[in-house]
T-cell receptor
Framework: AAGVIQSPRHLIKEKRETATLKCYPI?????VYWYQQGPGQDPQFLIS???????DKGSIPDRFSAQQFSDYHSELNMSSLELGDSALYFC???????????????FGPGTRLTVT | AQSVTQLGSHVSVSEGALVLLRCNYS??????LFWYVQYPNQGLQLLLK??????LVKGINGFEAEFKKSETSFHLTKPSAHMSDAAEYFC????????????FGTGTRLQVTL
């Protein structure tokens, strides 16, 4: 079965640079979530989109922005990177409010961002 | 606001022994509850979910969990541990009835010994 695809899988950036992470949800899934997992930490919710509109916002820095496109893929843009941004970034998708909603989120393999 | 508390950051069991990972939740509305497993350097895989149907939920790989409202608990169990069960386990909660964010516990690392 098709899963959530994230690219790139690994990314190394220097401080103050920018990074773009991409997420391709499971086909027919209309809701995308972004989470950040620091070393030895639990995943922390950043932001979510339902039908291309922002549906919820968590502890996402102002330096970060995200959007969901017409094909439902999503991108997380990170600017002025800091050392503390080094983490594993997960994207998850789910079937939102439509018929057959189960609300379970399926996670991608993550993008490991290292800021040096 | 909703939260989950996982008791025990590390649990060690012998192969073939019972696995019990504890999770207690706090939620102002009826919760949806989930258990995810994470193997090293991998994503999170859904083990099982509670969404207000049966209180005893069976998941993949022989795991199950029981929702106990009176105890605000959703503990994860497996009758017989296997070496391949060694991983990090996260309990998570979301608000029922909406496609909403997950709030995770701090995780429990399960070690399985011979």
């Amino acid at each position: 079965a098709a899963g959530v695809i994230q690219s790139p899988r690994h990314l190394i950036k220097e401080k103050r640079e920018t990074a773009t992470l991409k997420c391709y949800p499971i086909p027919r899934h209309d809701t995308v979530y972004w989470y950040q997992q620091g070393p030895g930490q639990d995943p922390q919710f950043l932001i979510s989109f339902y039908e291309k509109m922002q549906s919820d916002k968590g502890s996402i820095p102002d330096r970060f922005s995200a959007q969901q496109f017409s094909d439902y893929h999503s991108e997380l843009n990170m600017s002025s990177l800091e050392l503390g941004d080094s983490a594993l970034y997960f994207c998850a998708s789910s079937l939102g409010l439509g018929p057959g909603t189960s609300y379970e989120q399926y996670f991608g393999p993550g993008t490991r961002l290292t800021v040096t | 606001a909703q939260s989950v508390t996982q008791l025990g950051s590390h649990v060690s069991v012998s192969e073939g022994a019972l696995v019990l990972l504890r999770c207690n939740y706090s939620s102002s509305v009826p919760p949806y509850l989930f258990w995810y497993v994470q193997y090293p350097n991998q994503g999170l895989q859904l083990l099982l979910k509670y969404t207000s149907a049966a209180t005893l939920v069976k998941g993949i790989n022989g795991f199950e969990a029981e929702f106990k409202k009176s105890e605000t608990s959703f503990h994860l169990t497996k009758p017989s541990a296997h070496m391949s069960d060694a991983a990090e386990y996260f309990c998570a909660v979301s608000e029922s009835g909406t496609a909403s964010k997950l709030t995770f516990g701090t995780g429990t690392r399960l070690q399985v010994t011979l």
